[in-house]
């Protein structure tokens, strides 16, 4: 059972506009999210994080947005550039927990931005 | 360098074979882990070590992967007698005290 959930395996945006990436979690005891962009032949690269004492962070184009009693965040970039073409992570962990072991990973979405 | 690197980047196996991949951290990191991302799936957490801790082996799916650190540093994977089911791509991790945590690239290993 898949605790973090990336339901889009792709999405394709033009140059400009706003991309938005959804991620959804089933447990109530996850209260810190991360975002990760992966490119080719390279291993992830942290973006952005979020704890559940907030329910917005914002970071030059990248904005995280965290809805917990829906269980969903969401990552927006704005405007879009054809460099943010990756694969998009979200991962997940319960804030009281000591060790970043306990991180969680979606199974990513490829963004394509078309210039 | 200064970040995280891994050897092999590619490695082809046959079933049944051992293989060992390695990974340096960024210095002076004193976590490190070993996660897995087979097709279409997302990271999967396999072994975390901390300083001069026990070793958090929870993630291992099978007897068959060990993991080392020596030194406080550089780290070797090994997967014995390998199957079909392990091919994926194995990823290293440092971090000194936050969870954003510094990726190798990862070695894509493949078991024929």
């Known amino acids: 059972d898949q605790q973090v959930k990336q339901n889009s395996p792709s999405l394709s945006v033009q140059e400009g506009r706003i991309s938005i990436l959804n991620c959804d979690y089933t447990?109530?005891?996850?209260?810190?999210f991360l975002w990760y962009k992966k490119y080719p032949a390279e291993g992830p690269t942290f973006l952005i994080s979020?704890?559940?004492?907030?329910d917005k962070n914002e970071d030059g184009r990248f904005t995280v947005f965290l809805n917990k009693s829906a269980k969903h965040l969401s990552l927006h970039i704005v405007p879009s550039q054809p460099g943010d073409s990756a694969v998009y992570f979200c991962?997940?962990?319960?804030?009281?927990?000591?060790?970043?072991?306990?991180?969680?990973f979606g199974s990513g979405t490829q963004l394509t931005v078309l210039p | 360098g200064a970040g995280v690197s891994q050897s092999p980047s590619n490695k082809v196996t046959e079933k049944g074979k051992d293989v060992e991949l390695r990974c340096d951290p960024i210095?002076?990191?004193?976590?490190l882990y070993w996660y897995r991302q087979s097709l279409g799936q997302g990271l999967e957490f396999l072994i975390y070590?901390?300083?001069?801790?026990?070793?958090?082996k929870s993630g291992l799916p099978s007897d068959r992967f060990s993991a080392e650190r020596t030194g406080g540093s550089v780290s070797t994977l090994t997967i014995q007698r390998t199957q079909q089911e392990d091919s994926a791509v194995y990823l290293c991790?440092?971090?000194?005290?936050?969870?954003?945590?510094?990726f190798g690239p990862g070695t894509r290993l493949t078991v024929l």
């Open positions: 991790a440092s971090s000194s005290r936050d969870r954003a945590k510094y």
């Open positions: 447990n109530s005891m996850f209260d810190y």
């Open positions: 979020i704890s559940s004492i907030k």
């Open positions: 991962a997940a962990s319960p804030i009281s927990s000591g060790s970043a072991r306990q991180l969680t």
């Open positions: 210095s002076g990191h004193t976590a």
């Open positions: 070590f901390q300083g001069n801790s026990a070793p958090d």
